[in-house]
């Protein structure tokens, strides 16, 4: 498994070309409490920076961009239950799709998570 991140404050698990997406905690923290969260459609196809999805928390409305092109198959459906969970576990339970990657060595010019701790500090 590898773990990416984007200068858009979103991580990447990425293990058999199916890259796991989520907001990071620096992201959750600076939107502040999530009050809603909208996911896409499974089944959609996505180009690398597309509005993905979109939260809304007490501060204001952002979109969470696809960090890579690829079809979504799978959406937490639990984050928009319970949107509070992006901010309770941002890189666990609170990830928002599963991609199958269009190809998957273009994760490799992502950040690694050293390189994403110093483009935040």
Known sequence: MTIKFTEEHEWLKIEDGI?????????????????????PEVGATFEKNDDAATVESVKAASDVFCPLAGEITEVNEAITDNPELVNAEPMEGGWFFKL???????ADAL??????????A
Do not use: S, W
């Open 100 to 106: 199958k990657l269009a190809n998957p060595a273009d």
């Open 111 to 120: 950040m690694d998570e050293a390189a994403y701790k110093e483009f935040i």
């Open 19 to 39: 890259a796991t997406v989520g907001i990071t905690a620096h992201a959750a923290e600076q939107l502040g409490d999530l009050v809603f969260v909208e996911l």
